[in-house]
């Protein structure tokens, strides 16, 4: 399913990045956000989507889509195939939110909710004319360069929205995965705040500070991640044997007081004076906008050099870069056309 025109509703970090991502394959998009500073901040981000996509994508692109700031939900969301929510996590906003998109949005069209860890079924709630289209669409940051984004229907969701929504996402170059049961917090959030939690005991106990941690994880499992999720790194582990022969000689280790996964820490002025003043430390030299396009470069590089493996055909993220920039190339051949 191609769409022509979007809309997004907030334009925070996440907001901004759908913005971006969806102009960027050559779809008119029309924003609501109440922030007075909402343009320059979107143009900000702009400016991030569009330098790193000249390095990923040399190939071309179709026309960029046109950029319409709405004064209402009802504006915005008018004439709209696709629509994608990003305001704060409360769901007494995304109550009303929702029910304002769904009284005005036209009756084909799929919302996507970007939050990361209400229910959709919770959400739906408010929704009394079409809560069928509701589908969590939820991404990661930065949203224009990230591709994966988990989707999750509620109890009222039908199962074409669900199609749908995979085959939008799909469209601008994202990998949707399907939550198989709704659940708060979805999948990978789940794992981030498991590794979070364990991150603040380590760094409130003294036992490393916050740069050493980071190093631990961007020079050792974090390069694996990038090419390898957690199963197929162990299945590797196993040797010849395999994952039964990784489950047998790790899974006592399970019952040794290793982590503090459910315990958490007092999340009191201390601790958060610890942790700010250690990140202030490690990367106040630099800008948020001079750590994106470094977050972003890498990005970059690594997906492009993924996309070089397995015989040029790609790796992973690569080979989704691979198949995305050979039919954006398509696309802006035909523009040219």
């Known amino acids: ?83 994608q929510e990003s305001v704060p996590e409360r769901l007494d906003l995304k109550h009303k939110v929702l029910a304002e998109i769904d009284a005005h949005a036209r009756a084909g069209a799929v919302i996507g909710s970007s939050t990361s860890g209400i229910k959709p079924s919770d959400m739906q709630s408010a929704m009394t004319k079409h809560p069928e289209r509701l589908v969590v669409g939820h991404p990661f940051n930065p949203v224009y360069l990230l591709p994966l ?23 601008i170059g994202m990998k949707p995965v399907v939550v198989r049961k709704e659940i708060e917090a979805f999948v990978g959030d789940r794992l981030l ?80 004076d610890l942790i700010a003043g250690q990140s202030d430390e490690q990367s106040s030299k630099w800008s948020i906008r001079e750590l994106e396009q470094i977050r972003d470069d890498n990005l970059v590089a690594m997906m492009q050099a993924l996309g070089r493996q397995n015989g040029g055909k790609g790796w992973g993220a690569g080979e989704l870069l691979n198949d995305y920039a050979a039919r954006l190339s398509r696309q802006a051949s035909e523009q040219k056309a």
């Open 1 to 83: 399913m191609t769409i022509q025109k979007a809309a997004a509703i907030g334009g925070g970090v996440i907001g901004a990045g759908w913005v971006a991502r969806l102009l960027l394959n050559g779809i008119d998009v029309s924003i609501f956000d109440p922030d007075p500073e909402a343009a320059r901040k979107v143009d900000e981000v702009m400016q991030g989507a569009r330098r790193a996509y000249a390095q990923m994508l040399p190939g071309g692109l179709p026309r960029e889509g046109r950029l319409t700031f709405a004064r209402s939900i009802a504006e915005a969301v008018a004439d709209a195939g696709f629509i």
């Open 149 to 171: 984004v988990e989707v999750v229907a509620g109890d009222g969701t039908a199962p074409d929205a669900v199609e749908k929504a995979k085959e939008i996402y799909a469209s």
């Open 193 to 272: 705040e498991a590794m979070w939690r364990e991150a603040l005991w380590l760094i409130k106990d003294g036992i490393c500070t916050v740069e050493e941690l980071d190093d631990i994880m961007r020079y050792s499992f974090g390069l694996r991640w990038a090419q390898m999720g957690m199963f197929q790194v162990y299945r590797i582990a196993g040797g010849e044997a395999g994952m039964r022969h990784f489950m047998a000689q790790f899974g006592p280790c399970l019952k040794w007081p290793w982590t503090k996964l459910m315990d958490v820490p007092e999340f009191n002025d201390e601790l958060v």
